[in-house]
């Protein structure tokens, strides 16, 4: 998780300074959100969700260690993904508005 919240704040502030130089405050709203959107889709891939029922069942044979590793860097990417659109939500009310 800490390898992951380091990656997000090299993003952030990738995207600040990006944002500072283009004197775009709404840039660092736009990568963040899709940052976040990303970790989201990679989280659903990694958990399955948007597999059928049958593909499930039939994945879920895998190794114990294999899937508990899944599970695991799915739930983090996905809260890494939440913080991102908090922050994307954050910024656009109080930059924006």
Known sequence: ?????FIDAGIFIIAAVTAFLK???GFIIDIIGL???????IA???SGSFASGDRVR???????EERKEKNR???NLFFVGLFNIAISVLTY????Q
């Open 93 to 96: 009310e109080f930059t924006l």
């Open 35 to 41: 940052t976040g959107l990303i970790f989201f889709v």
């Open 73 to 75: 860097l799915s739930k």
């Open 23 to 25: 004197r775009d405050p």
């Open 58 to 64: 039939a994945n879920y044979e895998d190794e114990y």
């Open 1 to 5: 998780m800490k390898s992951l919240l």
């Open 44 to 46: 659903g891939v990694l």
